[in-house]
């Protein structure tokens, strides 16, 4: 008998006169206005321009959800494309389904069509944004609270959560798998902060430590879930996937730190400023004084005699004339 728990909300949906507000759609509205937020405080702290972020999000976000979305239609095909299943329920995002692993490989694409276009270096870009991308995690997770999904296997501690009768879910307490990875979220976007300022990360370093130490959160709360899932030697898709992700982190850690050491200096160069720009305008100026001068010069040379004497309003010509009179 469990003396305490977490509830889950009756409906997912909240009805605001004719618009339907969807807690699952909720937080990731309001994560990724806490990525963009965040990341662009620390994008001014590394010397980039206000905005920047923001602008390059507006291509990162529309491919991270694509990206999502395709890689949980793909893994969990059966959903959509099994005998009895609705194939046009892999378009109704809002009902929940987002595999972060596609969220953020698609995305990762954006932002790079987002840097190119404004002349600046990746890497450094998903340095700023990386803790804002972990806590947006550990606020989109809730939506599976909302949704009643992704929860873990049945348990009677206190903090376990209601899951109600529903389509395929049986009502029980269990471990609440999403608050844990939101929890564990909140921790790596703290280490990533903290150790940024420690070791001063740079050239997509503390973006790879986000990503590894996701990762080894994520493949112990894998482990703990009990929704359907495909397996490989045993193990639970996601969980490989997270090994080999943490592994590529890690080795993009080490090599990075030999090749290219420290941090940026410049991550946002100004337009305005560019080299070459100035040494043009200079140039063209010193050509526009080299030109008159000569001009000047041309003129003295045509008419030598046509100058006034100093003081007399008189000609060189004039005064030679009147010599030879008197």
């Known amino acids: 008998m469990n003396l305490a728990s977490i509830p889950s909300p009756s409906t997912g949906v909240i009805e605001l006169g004719p ?50 979305r395709l890689y949980h239609v793909i893994t969990d095909y059966q959903l959509y494309f099994s ?3 609705n194939w046009v329920d892999a378009f109704k995002i809002w009902e929940g389904g987002l595999g972060i692993w ?6 990762a694409v954006g932002a790079w069509i987002g840097c190119r276009r404004r002349g600046i270096p ?25 949704n009643q999904e992704l929860y873990g296997k049945p348990t009677d501690l206190p903090w376990a959560v209601e899951i109600s009768e529903g389509a395929n879910r049986v009502a ?30 740079g050239h997509g370093r503390a973006f790879a430590l986000y990503v590894a130490a996701y990762c080894a959160g994520r493949a112990w709360i894998e482990y703990m879930r009990v929704d359907e899932a495909h397996h490989i030697l045993g193990l639970r898709l996601n969980v490989w996937t997270a090994i080999i992700v943490f592994v590529l982190a890690v080795v ?73 009179k008197g």
């Open 172 to 201: 029980g307490t269990y471990h609440p798998t999403f608050l844990y990875e939101s929890l564990w979220c909140i921790g790596v976007a703290l280490l990533v902060i903290w150790a940024d300022r420690r070791f001063t990360l």
């Open 252 to 324: 993009y850690i080490v090599v990075s730190a030999k090749l290219r050491p420290g941090r940026e200096e410049i991550v946002e160069p100004d337009r305005d400023t560019t080299p070459g720009k100035d040494s043009d305008k200079d140039g063209s100026a010193k050509a526009k004084d080299a030109d008159a001068k000569d001009a000047a010069d041309g003129d003295a040379q045509k008419d030598p005699l046509s100058k006034d004497e100093p003081g007399t309003g008189r000609t060189a010509e004039s005064t030679e004339a009147a010599a030879e």
């Open 19 to 68: 618009i339907p507000l969807r807690g699952y759609a909720f937080c990731i509205i309001i994560g990724v206005f806490v990525a963009v937020w965040f990341g662009n405080k620390r994008w001014i702290a590394r010397g980039g321009k206000a905005g920047t972020v923001a602008d390059i999000a507006v291509w990162a976000v529309p491919f991270g959800l694509v990206g999502g």
């Open 83 to 85: 005998e009895g299943e």
């Open 102 to 107: 596609g969220a953020i490989a698609f995305g």
């Open 122 to 146: 990746l890497p450094a870009w998903a340095d700023a944004l990386a803790p804002g991308i972990a806590f947006a995690q550990a606020i989109g997770r809730w939506g599976n609270w909302f």
